[in-house]
């Protein structure tokens, strides 16, 4: 099974701020990465797919990039709306893996 | 509007079996793979299984092969995981969750969850 790390599990920001989270896998799994916000008490909501494809009405403050093991995702510049967990997901193969998530906080 | 609802989640003892249902609508159920994501509350996204969009393909996480099986009813529109051999470390909200694509990939559309709890 392909393992997924995010790093770090956690951080704290200020808005206005640049945040890159980390994602690495236990092996290539080329673009096959989706990015997932999850803010307290709501539903996950799809951000980024195929490591770098913007999800339908999502601001163009987020980028993904990277291929392969390693990816990241940025935020250029934060906003309030943005404090919540994220995940990424390998989907190049079967059992789908998430990272641990990580928290951005104020 | 795309809804899928989540239903079947109850309080059971370890060793018995269960089985949650999810009705989806406002889109064509049988071309998307669906998949189950459950969480403890506080805790990390685990996919739990997936299945495409005519059941040809489906996975399971290794933690719940062999005592898990998900299928699908595309002339009702549900998906349902049938959950043998509880165990404690099986507590947890889990999500009906539509697939991107008819094949398991990354996910678009989230239930609202139903809770499972296993404890004597």
């Known amino acids: 099974d392909i393992q997924m790390t995010q790093s770090p599990s956690s951080l704290s920001a200020s808005v206005g701020d640049r945040v890159t989270i980390t994602c690495r896998a236990s092996?290539?799994?080329?673009?096959?990465l989706a990015w997932y916000q999850q803010k307290p008490g709501k539903l996950p909501r799809l951000l980024i797919y195929a490591a770098s494809t913007l999800s339908l009405g999502v601001p163009s403050r987020f980028s993904g990039s990277g291929s392969g093991t390693h990816f990241t995702l940025t935020i250029s510049r934060l906003q309030p709306e943005d404090f919540a967990t994220y995940y990424c997901?390998?989907?190049?193969?079967?059992?789908?893996?998430f990272g641990g998530g990580t928290n951005v906080e104020i | 509007e795309v809804q899928l609802v989540e239903s079947g989640g109850d309080f059971i003892q370890p060793g018995r079996s269960l089985r949650l249902s999810c009705t989806a609508s406002?889109?064509?159920?049988?071309?998307?793979?669906m998949n189950w994501v459950r969480q403890v509350p506080g805790k990390g996204l685990e996919w739990v299984s997936g299945i495409s969009w005519n059941s040809g393909s489906i996975a399971y996480a290794d933690s719940v092969k062999g005592r898990f099986s998900i299928s699908r009813d595309n002339a009702k529109n549900s998906v349902y995981l049938q959950m043998n051999s509880l165990k404690s470390e099986d507590t947890a909200l889990y999500y009906c969750?539509?697939?991107?694509?008819?094949?398991?990939?990354?996910?678009?559309?989230w239930g609202r969850g139903t809770t499972v709890t296993v404890s004597s």
């Open positions: 997901q390998n989907y190049n193969s079967v059992p789908l893996t």
């Open positions: 092996q290539d799994i080329f673009n096959s």
């Open positions: 969750v539509k697939d991107i694509s008819a094949f398991i990939s990354y996910m678009d559309v």
């Open positions: 406002g889109f064509t159920f049988d071309d998307y793979a």
